[in-house]
């Protein structure tokens, strides 16, 4: 089993950053794939970056340039740096993690960007 725990949630105005911290409650990043998920209120939860354990990332096209995903092992912590953040970056994001077949889930941190 594994708890993870998001932080760094909050409002923002527009043109502003915000980094995301995720906190694992036990050592996985060497076997896991790791990733930030966004939903936004009306809308399917979408991915927004993940990063392997080989440090390999991925993001979705509406966030490259903008966002950034690293981790650091000895922490346990998986962060998701935003930059330039948009009105439609509203959204909770949730941080996930693939482990040997199964998902765990975060319990999610609220993101707000105002005009």
């Known amino acids: 089993q594994v708890q993870l725990v998001e932080s760094g949630g909050g409002l923002v105005q527009a043109g502003g950053s915000l980094r995301l911290s995720c906190a694992a409650s036990?050592?996985?990043?060497?076997?896991?794939?790791m990733g930030w998920y966004r939903q936004a209120p009306g809308k399917q939860r979408e991915l927004v970056a993940h990063i392997s354990s080989s440090g390999s990332t991925n993001y979705a096209g509406s966030v490259k340039g903008r966002f950034t995903i690293s981790s650091d092992n000895a922490k346990n912590t998986v962060y998701l740096q935003m930059n330039s953040l948009k009105p439609e970056d509203t959204a909770v994001y949730y941080c996930?993690?693939?482990?040997?077949?199964?998902?765990?889930w975060g319990q999610g941190t609220q993101v707000t960007v105002s005009s």
């Open positions: 036990r050592s996985i990043f060497s076997s896991a794939v």
């Open positions: 996930h993690a693939y482990l040997l077949g199964y998902d765990y």
